[in-house]
T-cell receptor, first 112, second 112 residues
Framework: GQQLNQSPQSMFIQEGEDVSMNCTSS?????WLWYKQDPGEGPVLLIA?????ELTSNGRLTAQFGITRKDSFLNISASIPSDVGIYFC????????????FGKGTKLSVKP | SAVISQKPSRDICQRGTSLTIQCQVD?????MFWYRQQPGQSLTLIAT?????????ESGFVIDKFPISRPNLTFSTLTVSNMSPEDSSIYLC?????????FGPGTRLTVL
């Protein structure tokens, strides 16, 4: 079945540093989604990508939809303490009603 | 956007009992979903709940264990039946609105 492989599993960085995380799959996805989950909360959508090669920014966040449609990356520039959380990539399960499959997440810790 | 609330936010239950989780969306939505997130893990889809039809369960989840109701376009419930400690998880309600999937804050369930 479809799987999303997300790396790294966790990151410990200094405030102000840039962060990069990625997601790969052996299957093609037509949409890539990046969510952030704060402790005790549900995931919140950060960026949605709909076209191969698409590069989209949302403030300090930038995400790209890989040209092969099998990968995506998320960059965070100039990290701040509130960037702490778990970042998930997600994509729709093929042939479904829009069900999402999620990667295992990247846990980000930011040291002030 | 959609705002989703869940009740209860957390509960501690005894083995063998059942818990019903409520999910309320502030907009009318056709598609609602229930996910499980085990401690430190990613999200796994339990079932899709569309108003006016039976819920569709994913592999590994059955109606007898996780009965779902969807009485109208803004509300759904998930029951975790005959609970065991392995059911300890966060249960997340999700709704699809304008091609975006929103999540509730989750219900943290601990089964003793």
């Amino acid at each position: 079945g479809q799987q999303l492989n997300q790396s790294p599993q966790s990151m410990f960085i200094q405030e102000g540093e840039d962060v990069s995380m990625n997601c790969t799959s052996s299957s093609i996805f037509n949409t890539w989604l990046w969510y952030k989950q704060d402790p005790g909360e549900g995931p919140v959508l950060l960026i949605a990508l709909y076209k191969a090669g698409e590069l989209t920014s949302n403030g300090r966040l930038t995400a790209q939809f890989g040209i092969t449609r099998k990968d995506s990356f998320l960059n965070i520039s100039a990290s701040i303490p509130s960037d702490v959380g778990i970042y998930f990539c997600a994509g729709p399960v093929s042939g479904s009603q829009g069900n999402l499959i999620f990667g295992k997440g990247t846990k980000l810790s930011v040291k002030p | 956007s959609a705002v989703i609330s869940q009740k209860p936010s957390r509960d501690i239950c005894q083995r063998g009992t059942s818990l019903t989780i409520q999910c309320q969306v502030d907009s009318q939505v056709t598609m609602m979903f229930w996910y499980r997130q085990q401690p430190g893990q990613s999200l796994t889809l339990i079932a899709t709940a569309n108003q006016g039809s039976e819920a569709t369960y994913e592999s590994g989840f059955v109606i007898d264990k996780f009965p779902i109701s969807r009485p109208n376009l803004t509300f759904s419930t998930l029951t975790v039946s005959n609970m065991s400690p392995e059911d300890s998880s966060i249960y997340l309600c999700s709704a699809r609105l304008s091609d975006t999937q929103y999540f509730g804050p989750g219900t943290r369930l601990t089964v003793l």
